[in-house]
């Protein structure tokens, strides 16, 4: 008989499923309303519901991000990359230097911003080889994906899972991962993946063009050109009295003046004879336009090819943004980063109707118009990242960049003898990033994702509750029942696959949030070693590769690659399969044998 406490517990359980899948808030708002529910109805208390702020694995995760962000500024990373890319000739050359990189790398960065960084050398090389950016995109994300999975800090997963081991009272005393005790899995796993990504991944990664170049060759079907013509009635009226705010199918996002650009127009703006005007989206309503004003016209050559004349900037959202749920007029994009958004693409196709009804989802990609602070604005953005366009750099001397990297490589070496906690390496790295004038405060307080922390910490709220109230207990009674008659490995592969399944549709957060708890009983009741039954959990939620929603970096490839949904399946689920029998072939073999 389920206890009151379970059954709310089960209700919230229902609805972050729910939510994440259906995407009917963001992820954190999603979080945050389960857990005040668990909160309201006696579940927990303020202070469990806050400890999830205090865990010093949420800190540690946002100082990595944060470490990132600066090496990535100062242009380390883009300088290898550029030494090793421009000798690659031909596509296995690319791809095999991408995954040796890109692998090592997340191992020891976390992986977001380095796919982020790796996307713009991915479009210009493949435009360069006039090779399809959709054959490199996915190996750019599934080499990430393998490379952070060989450490606890090579994602952001490891980490949560390591914070919940530190919260958890299921079993007293259990210690916490240390630095390489996913390497035994990780690397094997690296080199059969990447072999697998060679050989077979061409013949099973689709041929999209790339989005903008749809967009060059496509532009009569995004942007049209017309004026204001001597004598209009519109000749002193402002944006919104002319009622060219709210036109279907068509968006105005730039008008030029005197040989000015205007962009980001805000409906005060006054027109004036000889204006020209320029509208983004369904350009064969321009007819209906014309006609129902009196007072525009189309010019002698009426598109625009964006190449000469506009700087369009591609992104993509990211997978904790707040953009996420918003329509595109919510979302104001012209008060926050002075710039219009002049198409949305998701799932490979061009979104049509009004823009600015449309809701924004994790994974689009939006072709923006920036003004000119837009560079300015979105210098730390946390809620979107750029494709097509390469960052610019800080300069900084030699030895503070050899300082940066030897003290990154020292903090590492330092955690994993388990000589100085990682925490505390961490925050002397900052302090001395800090007295060396590398980055500011404000830099650092720009570049925190306060949504990324919220998700973090709530989700090991949520996973308070699930043992609090026995919902954990009772879950893992039922799955012990199902698969104990399969072994000790057959329970392995349980926890694996219902891991992996509930991250790729619904997060690999929530999927630990979820499922960390109920493994770690099960090893309680079995009276097992608890330690590979921790590990599954973070290796199945981590090496997501089935869906673009499961893993971030799948996200971020998902829209500037023009994939549809099951592009990810056929390439993936192999992939997973493979991985989930290594996997659990090496942890029972360290664990069980």
């Given at each position: 008989?389920?206890?009151?406490?379970?059954?709310?517990?089960?209700?919230v359980?229902?609805?972050?499923?729910?939510?994440?899948?259906?995407?009917?808030?963001?992820?954190?708002?999603?979080f945050?309303?389960?857990?005040?529910?668990l909160?309201?109805?006696?579940?927990?208390?303020?202070?469990?519901?806050?400890g999830?702020?205090?865990?010093?694995?949420?800190?540690?995760?946002?100082m990595?991000l944060?470490?990132?962000d600066?090496?990535r500024?100062?242009?380390?990373?883009?300088?290898?990359?550029?030494?090793?890319?421009?000798?690659?000739?031909?596509y296995?050359?690319?791809?095999?230097r991408?995954?040796?990189?890109?692998?090592?790398?997340?191992?020891?960065?976390?992986?977001?911003?380095?796919?982020?960084?790796?996307?713009?050398?991915?479009h210009s090389?493949?435009?360069?080889n006039?090779?399809?950016?959709?054959?490199?995109?996915?190996?750019?994300?599934?080499?990430?994906?393998?490379?952070?999975?060989?450490t606890?800090?090579?994602t952001?997963?490891n980490?949560?899972?390591?914070g919940?081991?530190?919260?958890?009272n299921i079993?007293?005393?259990?210690?916490s991962?240390?630095m390489f005790?996913?390497?035994?899995?990780?690397?094997?796993?690296m080199?059969i993946?990447?072999?697998?990504?060679?050989?077979?991944?061409?013949?099973?990664?689709?041929d999209?063009?790339?989005t903008l170049?749809k967009?060059?060759?496509?532009?009569?079907?995004?942007?049209?050109?017309?004026?204001?013509?001597p004598?209009s009635?519109?000749?002193?009226?402002?944006?919104?009295?002319?009622?060219?705010?709210?036109?279907?199918g068509?968006y105005l996002?730039?008008?030029?003046?005197?040989?000015?650009?205007?962009?980001a127009?805000?409906?005060?703006?006054?027109l004036?004879?000889g204006d020209?005007?320029f509208?983004?989206?369904?350009?064969e309503?321009?007819?209906?336009?014309?006609?129902?004003?009196?007072?525009?016209?189309?010019?002698?050559?009426?598109?625009?090819?964006?190449?000469?004349?506009l700087?369009?900037?591609?992104?993509?959202?990211?997978?904790?943004?707040?953009?996420?749920s918003?329509?595109?007029?919510?979302?104001?994009?012209?008060?926050?980063?002075?710039?219009?958004?002049?198409?949305?693409?998701?799932?490979?196709e061009?979104?049509?109707?009004?823009?600015g009804?449309?809701?924004v989802?994790?994974?689009d990609?939006?072709?923006?118009?920036?003004?000119?602070?837009?560079?300015?604005?979105?210098q730390?953005?946390?809620?979107?990242?750029?494709?097509?366009?390469v960052?610019?750099?800080?300069?900084?001397?030699?030895?503070?960049?050899?300082?940066?990297?030897?003290?990154?490589?020292?903090?590492v070496?330092?955690?994993?003898c388990?000589?100085?906690p990682?925490f505390?390496?961490l925050?002397?790295m900052?302090?001395v990033?800090?007295?060396?004038?590398?980055?500011n405060?404000?830099d650092?307080a720009a570049?925190i994702?306060?949504?990324?922390?919220m998700?973090?910490?709530?989700?090991l709220?949520?996973?308070?509750?699930?043992?609090?109230?026995?919902?954990?207990e009772?879950?893992?009674d039922?799955?012990?029942?199902?698969?104990?008659?399969?072994?000790?490995?057959?329970?392995?592969?349980?926890?694996y696959?219902?891991?992996?399944?509930l991250?790729?549709?619904?997060?690999?957060k929530?999927?630990?949030?979820?499922?960390?708890?109920?493994?770690l009983?099960?090893?309680?009741?079995?009276?097992?070693?608890?330690?590979?039954?921790?590990?599954?959990?973070?290796?199945?939620?981590?090496?997501?590769?089935?869906?673009p929603?499961?893993?971030?970096?799948n996200?971020?490839?998902?829209g500037?690659g023009?994939?549809?949904?099951g592009?990810?399946?056929?390439?993936?689920?192999?992939?997973?399969?493979?991985?989930?029998?290594v996997?659990?072939?090496?942890?029972s073999?360290?664990?069980?044998?």
């Amino acid at each position: 008989m389920l206890s009151f406490d379970a059954i709310v517990v089960s209700i919230v359980l229902i609805f972050i499923v729910l939510s994440f899948y259906k995407e009917w808030v963001g992820p954190a708002f999603t979080f945050l309303i389960g857990v005040v529910a668990l909160g309201i109805f006696g579940v927990l208390t303020p202070s469990e519901i806050m400890g999830g702020f205090a865990n010093d694995q949420v800190v540690v995760i946002l100082m990595l991000l944060l470490i990132g962000d600066i090496i990535r500024d100062l242009g380390i990373v883009e300088n290898l990359f550029d030494k090793v890319f421009q000798r690659a000739k031909t596509y296995r050359q690319f791809m095999g230097r991408m995954m040796l990189l890109v692998g090592g790398f997340s191992a020891f960065l976390n992986n977001t911003p380095l796919v982020a960084v790796m996307m713009p050398y991915v479009h210009s090389w493949s435009k360069r080889n006039k090779i399809s950016p959709s054959k490199l995109l996915i190996p750019l994300s599934y080499s990430a994906i393998l490379g952070g999975c060989i450490t606890l800090i090579g994602t952001s997963t490891n980490l949560i899972v390591n914070g919940m081991v530190v919260d958890q009272n299921i079993i007293p005393g259990l210690k916490s991962l240390d630095m390489f005790d996913f390497a035994y899995v990780g690397i094997p796993m690296m080199i059969i993946g990447s072999i697998y990504i060679l050989f077979v991944g061409k013949k099973l990664l689709p041929d999209n063009a790339d989005t903008l170049d749809k967009f060059s060759e496509n532009s009569r079907q995004y942007i049209v050109e017309a004026h204001v013509r001597p004598g209009s009635d519109l000749n002193g009226k402002t944006i919104g009295e002319a009622n060219l705010r709210n036109l279907q199918g068509l968006y105005l996002f730039q008008i030029k003046r005197n040989g000015s650009k205007i962009a980001a127009v805000s409906p005060e703006f006054i027109l004036a004879e000889g204006d020209c005007l320029f509208f983004a989206g369904a350009t064969e309503t321009i007819a209906d336009l014309i006609l129902a004003n009196k007072g525009l016209t189309l010019p002698t050559v009426g598109m625009l090819s964006h190449k000469k004349q506009l700087e369009v900037v591609e992104i993509v959202v990211s997978h904790n943004s707040t953009l996420i749920s918003k329509t595109v007029k919510e979302a104001n994009f012209r008060g926050k980063y002075d710039a219009a958004v002049i198409a949305i693409h998701r799932n490979g196709e061009r979104m049509s109707g009004k823009i600015g009804d449309v809701k924004v989802r994790a994974g689009d990609v939006l072709l923006l118009l920036g003004g000119d602070d837009f560079t300015a604005r979105t210098q730390r953005v946390q809620d979107f990242y750029f494709i097509s366009k390469v960052k610019e750099f800080r300069k900084q001397e030699n030895y503070k960049i050899g300082l940066l990297l030897g003290g990154t490589i020292l903090a590492v070496i330092l955690s994993a003898c388990n000589i100085v906690p990682l925490f505390m390496t961490l925050i002397v790295m900052i302090i001395v990033i800090l007295a060396l004038k590398i980055t500011n405060p404000k830099d650092i307080a720009a570049s925190i994702d306060f949504n990324l922390a919220m998700i973090i910490a709530l989700s090991l709220a949520f996973g308070t509750a699930m043992i609090k109230s026995g919902l954990a207990e009772m879950i893992a009674d039922l799955l012990i029942s199902v698969f104990l008659p399969l072994g000790k490995v057959g329970i392995l592969f349980g926890i694996y696959l219902i891991t992996t399944v509930l991250a790729a549709y619904v997060t690999n957060k929530a999927a630990v949030a979820i499922i960390f708890p109920i493994s770690l009983s099960m090893a309680l009741h079995l009276h097992l070693n608890p330690e590979p039954f921790v590990l599954i959990v973070a290796f199945a939620a981590a090496a997501n590769f089935m869906t673009p929603i499961g893993y971030q970096t799948n996200l971020m490839v998902y829209g500037p690659g023009s994939y549809k949904f099951g592009d990810f399946f056929k390439i993936g689920f192999p992939l997973t399969i493979i991985y989930m029998v290594v996997c659990v072939s090496i942890l029972s073999y360290i664990y069980f044998y």
